[in-house]
């Protein structure tokens, strides 16, 4: 006979869809901290303003906090599901970030080039 812990644990599999979620979210986060690293090295110098270093420290700062939420979404999402055996709704605000950053990244680019 199967207890209540037992079959809320299988509802789902053992948390590898979440998990995958948050990898692709630290993997995301990683990329944007060495190319915001590599901004910060190069922008500098190749433009010849001390002001380029702005976006490279804007990125590892928005690299950070989607690294922290990510993880952050993950814990909540792995106990609601072991403790309610369902997904929470929402999820859309990390998404939305994402598409205003790289939105806002690409303007500043045509910014850039149009100068």
């Known amino acids: ?54 976006p490279g420290c804007v990125g590892i700062i928005a690299a950070f906090v989607m690294w922290v939420l990510a993880r952050r979404r993950f814990t909540g999402i792995r106990r609601t599901l072991v403790d309610e055996g369902r997904l929470p709704r929402g999820g859309a605000g990390a998404v939305t970030a994402m598409a205003i950053a790289v939105l806002a990244f690409g303007l500043f680019g045509l910014v850039v080039v149009a100068a």
Do not use: C
């Not at 948390?15 to 630290?26: I, M, N, V």
């Not at 986060?29 to 433009?47: D, E, K, N």
């Open 1 to 54: 006979m199967s207890t209540d812990t037992d079959a809320n644990t299988e509802r789902f599999d053992s948390g590898l869809q979440p998990e995958r979620t948050e990898l692709a979210w630290r993997r995301t986060a990683l990329t944007i901290a060495v190319g915001s690293l590599v901004a910060l090295r190069l922008l500098p110098a190749v433009l010849e303003n001390a002001l380029w270093v702005i």
